[in-house]
């Protein structure tokens, strides 16, 4: 399901009044892309706020609601205060249907406490990687992607290459000729098997 997103046109701009615009519960931003210009536009910050922790707010296309008219568009930025809980700007991107776009998914890990490295062998595991660089169209966006540690023995790991896709995404590191790990099973009590220590060696 799209998340979407009310906002406003903001007319005006400028630092002074990005702060008042604050202290009214609303929060600066922009949206720019697919050669359109860029429209300064404002959000409700407690709405933003509650997207935000939210996992697939940042990973998926949403529907800009601007004034009654929706566009698409991917999270791309977000300031906020260096220690109070306040937004202080946000930046959309606009996509099309038909454009790849380049955004950064999560990883969702599965059955790693009950995989043969760690529930027989008391292995660790360590997460090298926590989300991908992925290539396609806005419409098959995945929200994230699974990575099945089932199989995994102590010292062995799942590498970039290993991991299933679904149809039409394609994984950005692979097309650079990159392949890093993205979980290993550590040794129990630190030890030194020599896959282990080669992966962490790439990570």
Not at 32 to 47: R, S, T, V
Not at 173 to 198: C, M, Q, W
Request: with cysteine.
């Amino acid at each position: 399901m799209q998340i979407e997103v009310i906002a406003a046109k903001r007319d005006v701009q400028g630092t002074g009044a990005s702060r008042r615009l604050r202290r009214t519960g609303k929060v600066p931003g922009v949206i720019y892309g697919e050669g359109k210009d860029a429209l300064a536009i404002e959000l409700d910050h407690k709405d933003l706020m509650i997207n935000l922790r939210k996992e697939a707010f940042h990973s998926s296309v949403l529907s800009l609601n601007i004034d009654g008219a929706k566009e698409n568009a991917l999270l791309r930025d977000v300031q906020v205060h260096p220690y109070k809980p306040l937004i202080l700007h946000v930046d959309f991107q606009r996509v099309s249907a038909d454009h790849k776009i380049h955004l950064k998914v999560p990883l969702h890990f599965i059955n790693a406490d009950t995989c043969p490295g760690v529930k027989l062998q008391g292995g660790l595991v360590s997460h090298v990687m926590t989300e991908v660089d992925v290539s396609c169209l806005p419409g098959q966006l995945p929200e994230y992607i699974e990575v099945d540690c089932a199989e995994l023995a102590s010292g062995s790991s799942i590498h970039l290459s290993h991991l299933k896709m679904p149809a039409g995404v394609e994984l950005v590191g692979l097309h650079r000729g990159e392949d890093p790990t993205v979980v290993t099973i550590l040794g129990a009590k630190g030890g030194d098997d020599s896959e282990a220590a080669e992966d962490g060696a790439e990570a």
